[in-house]
């Protein structure tokens, strides 16, 4: 998601100092509260309507130092941001595991310093289990939202480690990708497409 | 698992008043560090052998100011603990949706206290989904390790709503629950008896 921090007034704060040297590149991609917020609405009325339980897994914090004022709650006075172990969100959906990164683009292509290389070994590790994993990313400016499985994301990978282009440029996911459109409920109807993943799938094996 | 708070320093703290009003007792389960890393030892056993992949989830805080002193990373100066949505663990095995919550109890009993009740719902939620969801209870007196399926837990927990006990004695774990071994490699074999329960499950279905 965005490596904004967001404050409980709503207000936000970029990081760009707060990233440590392995963390990826998220400066241009700063914008990506609504559509996060447009995420958790959709699993939100998913569990409603007992279809999914998918969460956000929260943001690890690495606690140095908690202070207790008397008659109130323990007060972190001391904490840094740690990397994440895996992706942003996971759950079950028609029994299945389901594991996916959310990313927010503010260019014409996603490029691969916006993700860690150890979560795209997770998604790869999900699939061969065989769960569902994939990546979400909100191209802003053209609002568009696609879904792109984890086999399609480790070619283009793997083609960047051979020399290929750092990034996934946004035709490549008009054509590979899975096209969500943006509704009322839910918000963000990602388990059409994870429908249409399960079903491919089922084709295959 | 333990509600301490764990300093980087080793050492640590009871959290008493930090708990909100809808907080689970846990002062009698303050010492579940070993068996709370005896878990993550397996995990990352289970992954390195390409059998499991499941991790902990970060423990949710609420970030409320955030320093950026020159030239070092981002300090969290202000941030409360937040109550986790569901429970401590989960990921998938052998393609099913795994979800469970740990607890160290230093009684006799397991008491409904130690558990949220919208924690107990989600496992409920998991199970009927079609996820394999479970309770794993150290009782750190006998040194012993049970894993108790969600239908146990919720035929408990629905007794003691009904006048019945409030908590869930050592006994019925050690006749109804699942043993777990302390080991080596995996220090806690819970994997083992996850094994039973998807037979179990399609031995029912």
Redesign the interface.
């Known amino acids: 998601m965005s490596m904004e921090?967001?404050?409980?007034n709503g207000k936000s704060?970029k990081?760009t100092?707060?990233?440590?040297s392995k963390k990826p590149n998220m400066t241009k991609s700063h914008l990506g509260v609504d559509f996060e917020q447009a995420i958790n609405d959709s699993n939100s009325y998913y569990?409603s309507q007992?279809m999914?339980?998918i969460?956000k897994?929260?943001?690890?914090?690495?606690?140095?130092?908690?202070d207790?004022p008397a008659?109130?709650?323990?007060?972190?006075?001391?904490?840094?941001?740690?990397t994440?172990?895996?992706t942003d969100y996971?759950?079950?959906?028609?029994?299945?595991?389901i594991?996916f990164e959310a990313k927010s683009c503010h260019s014409t292509s996603f490029s691969f310093k916006h993700i860690y290389v150890h979560q795209i070994k997770?998604l790869e590790?999900?699939m061969?289990?065989?769960?569902i994993s994939f990546i979400i990313i909100e191209f802003s400016l053209k609002k568009e939202v696609f879904v792109l499985p984890t086999r399609l994301l480790l070619e283009k990978y793997n083609e960047s480690l051979n020399g290929g282009r750092q990034s996934i440029p946004y035709e490549y996911f008009k054509e590979n990708g899975y096209l969500i459109h943006y509704g009322f409920l839910p918000r963000l109807d990602y388990l059409n497409v994870v429908d249409k993943l399960i079903e491919l799938r089922n084709k295959i094996f």
Request: glycine letters at 8%.
């Open positions: 921090i967001k404050y409980p704060n990081v100092k707060a990233q440590p569990l007992n999914a339980s969460y897994k929260p943001t690890p914090i690495q606690i140095v130092k908690v207790y008659r109130n709650k323990a007060r972190i006075v001391e904490a840094y941001y740690r994440p172990s895996t996971n759950g079950i959906y028609k029994g299945y595991y594991d997770h590790t999900v061969q289990m065989g769960g």
